[in-house]
Each structure stands twice: as C-alpha cells, then as structure tokens.
C-alpha cells in the first residue's frame, strides 16, 4: 500500500482516512475495529454518560456507524445523540445546525406570534430552498396543541419556563421531519422523545389507578 495512500480497505469495504470502517456491521474485522477505536472513546470522560464504559460499547459502535453514514466526527454524533427512555434522539440544537450546514437551503427561519400568557403562542418554521427558491414552511406547532398533546402539563416542564424555545424546536423537528427526514435517520429530538415519554407514564399510571371498590362491588 502507497504510504500516501488514506483510504484504507479492509475486505473490500474501504474506510475513510478518520479509521473508521464504511459499515461497523459490515465483516468480524470492522467490528474488531471498531471496537478498538471504541474502547479510546468509551474511557474518556468528555463523552456524555450513556457512552462511557464498557457496558456502553454498544452505544458507541451505533455511535461510529452513524457518524460514518453521516460523514461527521463519532465525537459529534456521540455529544448530541442522547439516549432518552432508551430511544435515540438527537439535540434539536444539532439538528438545526444539521440543516443550515447543508448547503441546500438557506438557514431555517421561525415565524412567532402570540404569547404564552395570552395563550395564543405559535411558531412556524420555514426556509428556502436554494435549488428552487422555493419557500418551505413547516406545520405550526400551537400553545393548545402543546396543552392537548400534554408537552406543556408535566411537572418541571421547560415549555412553562421557556415556551418560545420549546415551541421553536418543536416547529424545526416538525419542519425536519417533512423536507429532510435523512437527516433525522428515523429518530426524534430529545424534547421530543422528553414530552412523550413523561405523557406515556402519565397516562399509565392512570390506567393503573385501582378501581373504585363500590363500583366493582355494584
């Protein structure tokens, strides 16, 4: 091999000069390497919990087929990919930055009005496409919808102390999911994930409220 040479391949998969191998899965000798270069960033301590330690390595080796699918640094994917009532979500944060740093459109845009004291906030996310110039707006994410879909009602909420950005992720999760769905690789943003997971054991524990003894005797 040409010492000059970056791309390296191991049984016929070729790897990125970053080390990683195309596919994790793809062959026994990927994912020994992948695991060497996962043991380096599962032992460090500037990586977020759910990837530390051995007992994490599966994380991690999701983590690198991601960041190697997606051509961005493990690191990054591993900073903002949080693992929230064991679902995959990404920092909505990130996933903003996700879309402006594409390329294909200008940077995405939010159209407020209302306020959450008067109970009327909204939010619309919108960008243009630069291929077209065509404009892309998103669904419009509502204080009522919040209030029906339960986001806003749970105890420690962010929605009752910071409703603007809340409402601001949610309309570019709603915005992502329709024009850039690759991107999103299939998962939610940890708001998202956050507000449902807190609705879903809501609504369990009612269903497991006992039944009114009168009643049953009746």
């Known amino acids: 091999m040409n010492n000059n040479d970056h791309t390296l391949v191991i049984h016929d998969v070729q790897k990125p000069a970053t080390g990683i191998p195309a596919s994790v899965y793809s062959s026994i000798n990927a994912m020994e390497e992948a695991r060497r270069i996962g043991n380096a960033l599962c032992s460090s301590s500037f990586v977020p919990e759910e990837y530390r330690g051995q007992q994490n390595m599966a994380n991690v080796l999701v983590a690198l087929e991601l960041a190697n699918r997606m051509q ?17 979500s990404w920092s909505s944060q990130y996933m903003i930055a996700m879309i402006n740093g594409s390329g294909r459109f200008n940077s995405l845009r939010f159209e407020l009005s209302g306020s959450w004291a008067n ?10 496409e630069k291929a077209s110039g065509e404009v892309l707006r998103g669904t419009t994410v509502t204080q009522e919808m919040a209030k029906v879909e339960g986001w806003a009602s749970k105890r420690g909420s962010k929605w009752q102390t910071m409703p603007e950005l809340m409402i601001t992720y949610r309309a570019a999760a709603f915005w992502a999911r329709v024009y850039v769905p690759e991107m999103l690789m299939g998962f939610m943003t940890q708001e998202e994930n956050e507000d449902i997971a807190q609705v879903e054991i809501r609504t369990e524990n009612v269903a497991a409220e006992p039944k009114n003894v009168a009643t049953e005797v009746l």
């Not at 640094?73 to 693992?83: A, D, E, K, R, Y």
């Open 119 to 128: 109970g009327d906030l909204s939010c619309c996310a919108y960008a243009t």
């Open 72 to 88: 961005v640094s493990p690191f990054m994917v591993m900073q903002n990919l949080h693992v929230i009532h064991g679902k995959p």
